[in-house]
């Protein structure tokens, strides 16, 4: 098995051209906790469609973000609803837990190259969060849900519709990400992987450290600071 670094190395990000960033607990870190209210919006969304009370409404909610990634997309396949409703209302939640981080905008700003948001919530939510960061600006454009045709990571298809969209040579581009499972596509197209780990949740990340011993031979790179992270890559 191979272990993950923790301390960015400048050299294995040299030769990337293209940055592409998830969103929700990557961009902000977990504990901040946003997710946690699109969660609750999406929760009430299945127990108001399918009339059930909120603890079998949360338990199918889970299975569908389980088996289809999202869980749009399993109310789509089995529920046919509407995707553009169904976002708005998952998304319609208070922003002003985020606060202005201008030295992550600063470590975004120096990388070399472009950079991108790819994410499975929408282009508005995504908008919402980086302008709430201050970071929008120094983004070059927002890859979402819709984009991908509804179809969500860790689907290989929606990666490489994102890098043909955009022209992206993955084997010169690095992907940062919180979910282990949506940097297996990414590492396949040679991709260099950092993996988000929430922080000051030492029970998680040791935790976290078995199961990438166990299975995980994805991910380059492990980090629980992302402004630090990207912050000493343009050092020097
Ligand atoms: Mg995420």
Redesign the pocket.
């Known amino acids: 098995m191979i272990k993950p670094k923790t301390t960015p190395v400048a050299a294995d990000f040299a030769h990337v051209r293209d940055w592409v960033f998830?969103?929700?607990?990557?961009l902000y870190p977990h504990h901040v906790n946003l997710?946690a209210q699109i969660d609750q919006n999406m929760s009430a969304f299945v127990a108001e469609l399918l009339q059930l009370g909120p603890d079998e409404a949360r338990a199918l909610q889970k299975r569908y973000y389980h088996e289809h990634g999202t869980t749009l997309q399993g109310l789509m396949l089995n529920h046919n609803i509407d995707p553009n409703d169904f976002l708005e209302r998952a998304h319609a939640i208070d922003y002003s837990a985020l606060l202005p981080h201008p030295e992550l905008g600063e470590a975004i700003k120096a990388l070399p190259g472009r950079k991108f948001i790819f994410?499975?919530g929408s282009v508005p939510h995504a908008e919402a969060a980086a302008r709430a960061l201050g970071i929008l600006d120094h983004f070059d454009d927002i890859f979402d849900i819709v984009a991908a045709d509804y179809v969500p990571k860790p689907a290989g298809e929606t990666y490489d519709k994102f890098a043909n969209l955009h022209r992206v040579d993955t084997r010169h581009a690095a992907m940062f990400?919180?979910?282990p499972r949506?940097l297996k596509a990414p590492k396949a197209l040679g991709m260099r992987t950092v993996l988000?780990t929430p922080r000051n949740l030492d029970d998680i990340l040791i935790e976290r450290w078995e199961v990438f011993s166990e299975e995980d031979d994805h991910i380059d790179y492990l980090t629980d600071d992302l402004q630090a992270f990207l912050s000493a890559l343009t050092a020097g």
Do not use: A, G, V, Y
């Open positions: 998830d969103l929700d607990n990557t997710f994410t499975n990400e919180d979910l949506n988000l």
